[in-house]
């Protein structure tokens, strides 16, 4: 899987470095003193990387623990993200990070102590009952689980911390250790979920949707509390049928009492990181059509947007609680559209 | 079109002779050969003789750019000799700056850190290679290529046992012979990156074509990039302009082409 191997000298020695290393015989390892020599440089480009990325092993030194943009919660008054890894298995041709990072290559910072120890000081500053901490904004959380045991890692740390919540964000079907341990009622697997006609070209190497919402019902008949993640609502042919399908397929499997929350978002990107996009991919239709600029934000034109969100609006309501949906904040949308 | 970069001429000899390359022009400040696949220069030694050989190798084809290769014999302190070797970090040891080729294509052999020097040096301080370029080399080809695009490979002629000063000219080349295969699989490799690579800096359709019709300013160029792109991405096979349009200026073309690119009939997926 990872043919190179780059190590920041610090951790070379650390028990976590030295199990992925072992997963990896054959690959060759490269010392570094910081990932910053060979992540993000400036003559990377992400698109040839992503062909064959390389694993670094670093230390995340500095703020580890960051509060979410606002208004970006699923129903907490504070919300807080952090990130114990860079980049992602999967190559989602919407994603952000693609015009984030100029690499492809995957971070994985080793020390989820010094994670705890931030997750437990915002605990404790917390004014809220119930601080939400997301962990897939980077990265995919459960897609490299069999390499960085993350979600048991962090799951036995939530399991002693009742008074918040973690949210683990994936497109992945690897669920073998959640479904092999109890549930957790603070922890909430949530799933990003597309219609398969644009997933198939657009999410490449991503599990098909199917087995996505077969993995979401069997989390959910487990116990596991879930969240659906419609992000971000793609503009196509047939969006309506699709999108009415997609729900239909999710809400057919899923026991609905296990649902944490819903949420819908646009297709928005920075104008700096959809220009980088673009520059990487001026063959992809997705980047071609509909777009407008403004704020500083580009994304589907008003009327698209609102078609878009309307629509998903009123079919999920059809299924859902109004108390548990959360769609995301908009620049193009005329106002907030929650009901 | 890979570019290769050696520091010797002996270096040079083997690869020139297996890609059939003719010197290029007499009168350039390095000797620099090219073919149909492959163009070489040789710098001389050390660091500044590379990273101007290599920038004045790009100048000279910067309108037909491609990936950047050295190739050359370094010391190691254990190695044994003749084994080949791909750079996988190299250091320049006056600064202790690190440089790191992107290795994104499969190792065509086993893999070293580079230590670059300014001096030859008969210690082998650490257990990596030892020569006098790497470092610059990496620092220039990466100005321009990205770091995907530059690469190095390197063949042990010296360690411990057997000193630099006993190098002769007939055993380098021999060496450099027996890395041949290894240079002809990085460029078939490195060939389909380029491709992708050179998309993505390619002017669209009808772009020049446009440029010659009516006057854009910068700004204007830029917005007539994107959206000929953008049209190419959406519809591939049709024109982006009807035969018989009748725009009066650029601003005008800009609109028009805004506008069509909005129709339904061109929503992807």
Redesign the interface.
């Known amino acids: 899987m990872f ?2 191997i ?1 190590i920041e000298e610090a951790v070379a020695s650390h028990p976590r470095t030295q199990a992925t290393l072992a997963r990896f015989g054959q690959a ?1 390892h ?4 910081h990932y910053g ?2 992540f993000n ?1 400036a ?3 992400f ?3 992503k ?4 694993l670094i092993l670093a230390e995340k030194r500095g703020q580890r623990v960051l509060p979410t943009p606002a208004g970006y919660g699923i129903g907490s008054l504070e919300n807080f993200y952090f990130s114990h890894m860079l980049n992602c298995l999967y190559d989602c041709r919407y994603c952000f990070l693609q015009g984030m990072y100029r690499s492809a290559h995957m971070v994985i910072f080793i020390n989820y102590e010094d994670f705890y120890e931030a997750i437990d000081s915002q605990i404790q500053q917390a004014v809220s009952e119930r601080p939400y901490f997301f962990s897939g904004y980077d990265c995919d959380s459960l897609a490299l689980e069999g390499i960085t045991d993350f979600t048991k890692s962090f799951i036995d740390f939530f399991s002693q911390r009742t008074n918040a919540t973690l949210e683990l964000r994936t497109k992945s079907v690897r669920i073998h250790s959640l479904l092999a341990r109890t549930p957790l009622d603070n922890c909430v697997v949530a799933f990003s979920l597309t219609p398969s ?2 997933a198939d ?2 999410e490449v190497n991503t599990p098909p949707v199917t087995k996505r919402i077969e993995a979401l019902g069997m989390l959910a008949d487990r116990g596991w509390p879930i969240g659906l993640r419609f992000d971000p609502l ?4 047939n969006w309506r049928k699709n999108y009415r399908n997609l729900f239909k397929a999710v809400f057919t499997r899923l026991r609905i009492e296990s649902l944490h929350s819903v949420s819908l978002g646009q297709f928005r990107l920075p104008q700096a990181m959809y220009k980088r996009m ?3 991919y ?9 777009l407008a600029e403004s704020e500083g934000q580009v994304s589907y ?1 008003s009327e698209l947007a609102e078609q878009l969100h309307s629509f998903c609006r009123d079919e999920l309501l059809q299924y859902i609680d109004p108390s548990i949906f959360f769609p995301c904040p908009s620049t193009t949308l005329e106002s907030d559209t929650a009901p | 079109m890979l570019y290769i970069h050696t520091a010797l001429p002996a270096e040079a000899r083997p690869i020139l002779d297996h890609y059939a390359l003719r010197m290029h022009d007499a009168s350039a400040p390095f000797s620099l050969y090219t073919g149909n696949q492959v163009r070489l220069v040789v710098s001389g030694v050390g660091k500044t003789a590379t990273a101007a050989a290599v920038a004045y190798t790009y100048a000279r084809f910067a309108d037909q750019p491609g990936p950047w290769l050295n190739v050359g014999i370094a010391g190691h302190k254990t190695a044994p000799l003749g084994k080949s070797l791909w750079v996988q970090k190299a250091v320049d040891t006056a600064t202790n700056t690190p440089f790191f080729p992107s290795l994104t294509i499969p190792p065509p052999c086993d893999g070293s850190v580079l230590q670059t020097v300014d001096q030859p040096r008969a210690d082998y301080p650490s257990d990596t290679l030892f020569d006098m370029e790497g470092s610059a080399f990496f620092q220039t080809a990466q100005r321009v290529v990205p770091a995907e695009l530059s690469h190095s490979v390197k063949i042990v002629s010296d360690n411990k046992e057997a000193p630099w000063e006993t190098l002769d000219r007939q055993r380098v080349e021999r060496w450099i012979s027996d890395l041949l295969p290894i240079i002809e699989h990085m460029r078939t490799e490195l060939e389909s990156l380029t491709a992708v690579w050179l998309l993505q800096r390619a002017d669209p359709p009808y772009f020049e074509r446009a440029l010659s019709q009516y006057r854009f300013s910068q700004t204007q160029q830029n917005r007539l990039r994107r959206l000929l792109q953008q049209w190419h991405s959406v519809a591939p096979d049709t024109p982006p302009w009807s035969p018989d349009h009748s725009e009066q200026s650029a601003a005008q073309v800009l609109d028009t082409l805004e506008a069509r690119l909005g129709e339904p009939s061109h929503l992807p997926y």
Do not use: M
């Open positions: 043919r190179t780059y060759q490269i010392p570094c003193v020599e060979v440089r003559a990377q480009n698109r040839l990387q062909r064959q990325p390389s006609a644009i070209g657009l793609l503009y196509h042919r673009h520059k990487l001026p063959d992809e239709p997705l980047f071609a059509w509909g034109r």
